[in-house]
């Protein structure tokens, strides 16, 4: 088979994007094929999304991404080196060969999965894969945390403190109350695309196979990707050059789905300046994070920041608490926007498939 036949077949089996597609552009009788494994895809988004809503996690011995996790940590341990290093390319190639096998066992597992699911029952199918799909994407745990760290403000700023230490890596002891919730909102910022928006765009790209990768993708960059020490005393391990490819992978994976997540924050907010918004987004580390960030920053009127690292809209004012609520409800936006597109979208694939039916 040649590469383009290849692509076909991948198309075929796993991408919604490709279903619009085919659907458009074959004769009547396949056309209809095409437009119930769209609505399989349509219905499988708004499932995942309820049992999100409605159970949020499920158990950690069922947790999929919690076995992405151990996988990653054993073989960390085994990549990464114990001393501190200058250029290691062995321990980057080592580490890139082991992501991408994880990956292609990732892919294969979840394809073989949407693979096996009968077509024949489009809403039996589209049922599975929503709860399949659930476990890949993450909002009412990231609400709920972002949202306890201002209970826990309201009691006290140590008690604020320890709770934000559940959201992030960084040293919590000598934050303020405001600093306290600038990492809140950016956490809920960042990870609305890195929990939602990201896991839907390659679920829409490539099917269920193409958001388990991607997560597989995500979670490796937590806890590859951050250059410098990680871990403690037989765990510790150096990660400047182990964890590079790592970091890169989710840097392009995330490109799109960070914009994307940029534009809905600007879009249900009412707009926000857009050369203020390419000046925050250029000035953090990362290629991808300072786009909803800085949107999010804009959209409420307040600085976001990062000692040493970056500030996000520096003449905003500092946030109080009202303003994390915003973000949540800012935010919120932006997931009950993706259920209603999902139900708009189905309400047109069925008068499709009921045009084509007639013509069949």
Request: glycine share 8%.
């Amino acid at each position: 088979m040649t590469l383009v036949s290849w692509v076909d077949l991948l198309i075929g089996f796993f991408s919604p994007l490709g279903w619009v597609f085919k659907a458009l552009t074959a004769e009547p009788a396949s056309a209809l094929f095409w437009s119930q494994k769209l609505m399989c895809a349509l219905m499988a988004v708004l499932v995942a999304l309820l049992l999100d809503k409605l159970w949020g996690e499920p158990p950690v011995w069922l947790h999929p991404v919690v076995y992405m996790g151990k996988a990653l940590g054993l073989l960390g341990q085994w990549i990464a080196p114990r001393t501190e290093v200058g250029r290691d390319y062995a321990r980057f190639m080592l580490a890139a060969l082991a992501w991408c096998a994880l990956a292609a066992i990732v892919f294969i597992i979840y394809g073989l999965l949407q693979f096996l699911l009968p077509d024949s029952l489009w809403w039996l199918s589209g049922l599975l894969i929503g709860v399949l799909l659930k476990p890949l994407l993450s909002w009412r745990m990231l609400k709920d945390e972002v949202l306890a760290v201002e209970a826990a403000l309201q009691q006290s700023l140590p008690a604020g403190r320890e709770r934000l230490t559940w959201l992030v890596s960084r040293d919590t002891t000598q934050l303020s109350a405001a600093t306290v919730r600038e990492s809140a909102i950016e956490t809920l910022a960042e990870n609305l695309n890195d929990s939602v928006i990201a896991p839907l765009f390659w679920f829409a790209v490539a099917g269920l196979p193409g958001a388990a990768v991607y997560r597989l993708a995500n979670t490796a960059d937590a806890m590859w990707g951050y250059p410098g020490w990680r871990g403690q005393g037989e765990q510790r391990r150096h990660w400047q050059w182990a964890g590079k490819w790592a970091a890169r992978a989710d840097d392009v994976l995330n490109w799109i789905p960070a914009r994307i997540t940029a534009a809905w924050l600007a879009l249900l907010a009412g707009g926000v300046a857009w050369s203020a918004l390419k000046r925050d987004a250029a000035v953090t580390p990362s290629p991808n994070g300072g786009w909803p960030m800085g949107t999010m920053a804009l959209a409420l009127g307040v600085q976001l920041s990062k000692p040493d690292v970056y500030q996000l809209n520096p003449g905003g004012r500092e946030p109080q608490a009202v303003d994390l609520q915003r973000a949540v409800n800012l935010a919120s936006k932006a997931v009950v926007t993706q259920v209603v597109l999902a139900l708009i979208a189905m309400i047109f694939v069925a008068f499709w498939m009921w045009k084509v039916g007639l013509h069949g």
